[in-house]
């Protein structure tokens, strides 16, 4: 008869239970360790895409120097008067195209308002065209994209030939067929044009972000047990596909603020008495010679502007693509 292992012996570290034991001891402490196996975290938490851009984002000078300064455009959009407590709409033709002065720092364009004061207040409604006409194209594209892409059927086709059509109408061309017969000078109409010709860049990237993310395992797990077409849609896939929606509405938020630019230097986009940019460009281009300075600060405020929102767009990207880590 074979002699019975007491308790003690059982569990030493020389018998095979010692080992099993040790063994489970090793893997319990490397799955607690912060950056163990398995893209584990601190405490043993599962580490997300989510948390790894977060984490990736507060590391990265280029995406603090690009956030810092659209904060301080967004507050100056909200209280310009928190640096500039004049009137925009204030001027005296009797300093007309003069430069800087005390006071003045910008000099005067050419109807004598102060281009410090008009630099400032225009800042407001080009963010709020940029910020608007993205969240709006996001939620619009990104619906109709997502919806083809988890369908599919009749569906998509009827979407894929209706982008097809958007496509191939040219912005600039458009925007001045559209906005030539709208009278308000408020920023609604453009922003309702950028919209109208931007969604089918979104909805693509959606729709082929959707028909990736539904041939998951997860997700055939979650049809076969009976899921709800919301369900899956809302807990599955969205939160796995909306990543690259958000890389391309950022990206692509800078350009909206140079179309309304563009459009207003046209002279279809924003009209005077609105403040803008573009508009402070159209009546400055005259007189670049004899006045430079008209041009050169609404210019310098656009270009940093837009250059800060691709930037951060730039950033973003990097952090969620995962093919970059």
């Given at each position: ?122 800042a407001r409604n080009s963010v709020t065209v940029g910020i608007c006409a993205t969240l709006g ?189």
């Amino acid at each position: 008869m074979p002699e019975q292992q007491t308790p003690d012996e059982a569990i030493s570290p020389g018998g095979a239970g010692g080992a099993t034991g040790l063994a489970l001891e090793e893997g319990t402490t490397l799955e607690g360790a912060p950056g163990g196996p398995g893209g584990t975290g601190p405490a043993g938490k599962p580490r997300s895409l989510w948390s790894d851009a977060r984490r990736d984002l507060c590391r990265d000078p280029v995406f603090l120097v690009s956030a810092l300064i659209i904060l301080f455009l967004v507050v100056i959009s909200i209280r310009p008067s928190l640096i500039a407590g004049q009137d925009p709409l204030d001027c005296d033709l009797a300093r007309a195209q003069d430069g800087p002065r005390p006071g003045h720092p910008f000099g005067f364009d050419g109807q004598g308002c102060d281009v410090y004061t008009r630099t400032v207040h225009g800042a407001r409604n080009s963010v709020t065209v940029g910020i608007c006409a993205t969240l709006g194209v996001a939620l619009f594209g990104g619906l109709l994209g997502g919806l083809a892409g988890y369908f599919g059927g009749w569906w998509d086709a009827v979407l894929s030939r209706v982008t097809d059509v958007f496509f191939g109408i040219p912005v600039v061309l458009g925007g001045l067929v559209f906005l030539s017969v709208v009278t308000s000078s408020t920023v609604w109409p453009v922003i309702g044009f950028i919209v109208l010709l931007g969604w089918p860049q979104i909805a693509r990237i959606a729709r082929g972000a959707v028909i990736t993310a539904k041939q998951n395992d997860y997700v055939q797990a979650a049809r076969a047990l009976g899921a709800s077409h919301t369900r899956m849609l809302l807990r599955h896939i969205a939160p796995n596909a909306v990543a690259p929606v958000i890389v391309v509405a950022t990206i692509a938020l800078g350009t909206y603020i140079a179309l309304e630019a563009t459009l207003s230097f046209l002279g279809v986009g924003l009209r005077p008495p609105a403040v803008s940019w573009g508009i402070d460009l159209s009546a400055a281009s005259p007189y670049i010679r004899n006045a430079p300075h008209m041009l050169l600060w609404p210019a310098g405020a656009l270009a940093v502007t837009v250059l800060a929102f691709i930037m951060l767009g730039e950033a973003v990207r990097d952090a969620l693509d995962p093919k970059l880590r």
